[in-house]
């Protein structure tokens, strides 16, 4: 018997989803990083993080199928103030037609300088990553958060998803600080999600 929670376009959306992603980590695993799209609860654990009042952009790094665009766009940001990078062209493409008037990028962001030399913004209230900080050597995680820093307004948060049990780089005296905000047991694999700040002494 069907229950009456059960919505079944919702449900096939979700396997679609899934199978979209599956898809993206069969090619590319370590750039993926995950199986499965971050559940609905962490994604919109991690928007809430976000300072969406100033009225400031959001950049987003990593976004796969988009669940947590979805959220951050469900804040009420208006869709030409997220500036999203996207590695892989898959990916990329189905998020142009899924979120119109998001600003894609199709590139590394890694090296946020190169990647975002056509977007027009320079400060933004705060990053959401998830892309798989684990999968790369220390220095260019310190790197991509350094970067990220740079470009949020004082105080911002850089809000990383992980899914190890310690931050994927600890903070940095004098440089940035790190805070967990809690971890979320609805999502597979458990997740932590770890909040930057630039360490203002
Ligand atoms: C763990 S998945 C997260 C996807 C989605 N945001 C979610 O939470 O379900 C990591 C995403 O980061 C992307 N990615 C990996 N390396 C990247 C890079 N250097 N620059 C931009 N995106 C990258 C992958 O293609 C993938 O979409």
Redesign the pocket.
Known sequence: MISRDFNSSNFVQQLKEDYR?IR?WIK?PA????VK??SEVT?RHMAGLLPIETGLPVLE?????G??TKQILNRGLPSEKLVS????PA?YNHLVEQFPGVNFVN????NLAETLKHVEFDTYAGVIG???LLNVSMPRRISMIDQCLEMIMPNGPFIQ?SYGPKPPVEAVPGKFTVEKSGRIYRNFPPAGIWIYRRDVQ
């Open positions: 992603f993206g590319n750039a993926v990083g995950a799209p971050t994604a790094l990593g976004p796969g199928t669940v947590i990078v996207e590695y892989s990916f590139g590394d962001a890694f998830a892309v798989p998803i």
